[in-house]
C-alpha cells in the first residue's frame, strides 16, 4: 500500500521513533510546530478517524495510551500538552493514516488556527 506512514511502520522510511509496542509507534514529526511534536499512530492502516469500526475499539485506547506514555518520556505531563487529531481535508489532515499530534513546551491558544 501506498502509504507514507505504513512505511515507517515497515522501516522503509526513517522517523526518530520515541515509542513503539505491538499495536502503537510514535514518532517526532518532521516539522514540528512546538519544541515536542510527535505523531502517535496505530500499525494498522486506517485512513481517518472517520474510518474506525468496533473492532478497533481498544486500538484506539492503545494510541491514548502511548500518547500518555509519550508525554511522559518528553517531560510534558506535568505542564500539560495538546492531543490533536486531523479527520479528513476540511479538518486538516494530509496524511491519510490515522495520527494522533502530541504537542508541547510551549504556550499554546484555543481556538485553534
Ligand atoms: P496531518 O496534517 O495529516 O494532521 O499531519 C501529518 C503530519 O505528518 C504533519 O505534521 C507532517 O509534518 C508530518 N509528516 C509528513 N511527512 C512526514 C514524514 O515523512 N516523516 C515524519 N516524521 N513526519 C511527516
Ligand atoms: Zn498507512
Not at 526518530?16 to 514529526?29: C, H, K, P, S, T
Not at 486506517?46 to 473492532?55: G, K, L, P, V
Request: aromatic letters at 6%; a negative charge; glycine letters at 8%.
Amino acid at each position: 500500500m501506498d502509504c507514507l506512514f505504513c512505511k515507517i511502520v515497515a522501516k522503509e522510511i526513517p522517523a526518530e521513533i520515541v515509542y513503539e509496542n505491538d499495536a502503537v509507534l510514535a514518532f517526532r514529526d518532521i516539522q514540528p510546530v512546538a519544541p515536542t511534536h510527535i505523531l502517535v499512530i496505530p500499525k494498522k492502516h486506517i485512513a481517518t478517524a472517520n474510518a474506525i469500526d468496533a473492532s478497533d475499539r481498544s486500538l484506539m485506547g492503545e494510541m491514548f495510551l502511548a500518547a500518555k506514555e509519550v508525554a511522559r518520556l518528553e517531560g510534558l505531563s506535568e505542564r500539560g500538552h495538546r492531543l490533536v487529531m486531523n479527520v479528513g481535508e476540511g479538518g486538516g489532515q494530509s496524511v491519510f493514516h490515522i495520527h494522533l499530534h502530541v504537542i508541547g513546551g510551549r504556550d499554546v491558544s484555543w481556538p485553534p488556527g
